[in-house]
């Protein structure tokens, strides 16, 4: 298959050269993938799409979008030119613009303009709105306007930057399945960032994984959730427990000295038998609705802070994993 977006040896400096947005990224993202994009806050997410987008210009590297050169240090195509599709966190609608001029704004003169943004607006589920004003609408529908004016010039690569995170929980993730489900139906290639890798997981094909502007990960969602390759990319997925001397002391764990070793949380189990355990005390019980937060001793003093959603009666309890569970990274 051929890769739709081609990004070689990317780099971007802010400050004069003091702040390394991005170091030498290099990947690509192939016809009809969704890639997310993940890292923590400054990791270098936003540079990355802004340059895809041609917000921003790159110090090093290459850009192609469907074989066309669209940015290098001798050449930077204009954002209108590079055929991708934005979806911001702010949706960004004119406000003083209807839903369906909203729409037709970015598609190019033809007889049909009209035509493509209402089958446009019909595909994302807003038929019948395309005479009302963004203040008319609620978020999520904004949002689905935003990605309609996004998708209605067909363009090859469609940009979200954490397009959800505006939104109550409620709302996050009905619309999240059904943008996506909208993606997949139109078969555009899209890049998007998002610090909610339950997003990531749920819908990408591939997760890009960013670390002080650097690439430190890409594999497809579930490979990436089992075999991270740090503890960083471990810990974007939830709860990560690393297993430091005193931890394997009180589990009566060795592990190997040249390694790394980490435990999920969701693998930790509550009394129940498994390969390497401990008593504990608990300490103190945080309420969290369908679970708690429980910070324990352990037999040798250690403590550790767990979440379960198993009913703990008492003050004492047995916490374990098993071996198969443990992640090991190389220092
Ligand atoms: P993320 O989106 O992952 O949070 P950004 O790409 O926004 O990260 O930022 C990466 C790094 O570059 C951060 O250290 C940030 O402060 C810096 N940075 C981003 N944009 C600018 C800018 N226009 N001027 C100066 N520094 C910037
Ligand atoms: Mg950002």
């Known amino acids: 298959m051929q890769a739709t977006l081609n990004i070689e040896n990317l780099s971007k400096s802010f400050d ?3 702040v390394k947005a991005l170091d030498g ?3 690509y993202v192939n016809k009809g993938d969704i890639c997310a994009v993940v890292g923590e ?5 936003t540079t990355l799409i802004r340059l895809i987008a041609g917000l921003e210009e790159l110090d090093e590297g290459e850009i192609h979008i469907e074989d066309k050169l669209v940015a290098s240090i001798k050449k930077n195509i204009a954002p209108e030119k590079r055929d991708v599709g934005m979806v911001f966190q702010e949706y960004a609608l004119f406000p003083h613009l209807s839903v369906l001029e909203n729409v037709t704004y970015g598609i190019k003169k033809s007889k049909s303009k009209k035509e493509v943004a209402l089958a446009t607006l019909n595909l994302v589920g807003l038929e019948g709105y395309e005479k009302r004003y963004p203040h008319e609408l609620s978020g999520g529908q904004q949002q689905r306007v935003a990605l309609a004016r996004a998708l209605a010039p067909n363009p090859s690569v469609l940009i979200l930057d954490e397009p959800f995170s505006n939104l109550d929980a409620m709302m996050r993730h009905k619309l999240r399945n059904d ?4 993606i ?6 899209a890049i998007f960032v998002t610090h909610d890798t339950q997003d990531a997981l749920a819908v990408a094909d591939e997760i890009l994984i960013l670390q002080n502007g650097r690439l430190v990960q890409k594999d497809e969602a579930s490979a990436l959730y089992k075999k991270p390759q740090s503890i960083y990319v471990a810990s974007l997925f939830g709860n990560t ?17 040249d390694c790394c070793h980490a435990i999920r949380n969701e693998n930790i189990t509550v009394n129940e038998d498994c390969d390497y355990v401990s008593e504990a005390e608990v300490l103190k019980r945080t309420f969290l609705g369908t679970h708690s937060q429980l910070l324990l001793k352990l ?7 767990v979440v379960t959603n198993e009913p703990v009666l008492g ?3 047995k916490i374990g994993f098993n071996s198969k569970d443990v992640l090991a990274f190389e220092e």
């Not at 997949?184 to 290639?189: A, C, D, H, I, R």
Request: hydrophobic share 30%; with cysteine; charged share 20%.
């Open 184 to 189: 997949k139906k139109t078969g555009v290639t």
């Open 179 to 182: 943008v996506f489900n909208i």
């Open 299 to 305: 037999d040798n003093g250690e403590h550790i802070t």
């Open 16 to 18: 004069q050269g003091k």
């Open 241 to 257: 427990i690393q297993l430091n001397k005193g931890l394997q002391t009180a589990f009566k764990c060795p592990l190997k000295e």
């Open 25 to 27: 990224v290099s990947f």
């Open 41 to 45: 806050s400054g990791s270098g997410k």
């Open 315 to 317: 003050n004492t309890l």
